[in-house]
Nanobody, 124 residues
């Protein structure tokens, strides 16, 4: 069974920062494009950011541009989502997802391997 594991979620005041990490216990993540998604109750899962296997191509959804940064350290087999100037609307369960074919996509149907999610709560 292939899976991803997210970490780094928590509670933070508006304007604060968190950094999420994504690792793959059963495979080498460096060969996969990785996306970050988020979901709140009653709403569809939303694509947040994506980075291709080499790190040379990155896509963000408009609402996080300038505030979130996706990066990867392939020597450490880890993908990060740095979230700065967090807002209440950023509160969600954040998931990382991977697929060998993905270059830069925010479409959840293109990702085959998923993590369980990590909660991010932003309060005023």
């Amino acid at each position: 069974q292939l899976r991803l594991v997210e970490s780094g979620g928590g509670s933070v005041q508006s304007g604060g920062s968190l950094r999420l990490s994504c690792v793959a216990p059963e495979f080498t993540l460096e060969h996969y494009g990785v996306g970050w998604f988020r979901q709140v109750p009653g709403k569809e899962r939303e694509g947040v950011a994506c980075i291709n296997s080499s790190g040379g191509y990155i896509v963000y959804t408009d609402s996080v541009k300038g505030r979130f940064t996706v990066s990867r350290d392939n020597l450490k087999q880890t993908v990060f989502l740095q979230m700065d100037r967090l807002e209440a609307d950023d509160s969600a369960v954040y998931y990382c997802a991977a697929d060998f074919r993905v270059q830069g996509s925010l479409d959840q149907t293109e990702f085959s391997i998923w993590g369980q999610g990590t909660q991010v709560t932003v309060s005023s």
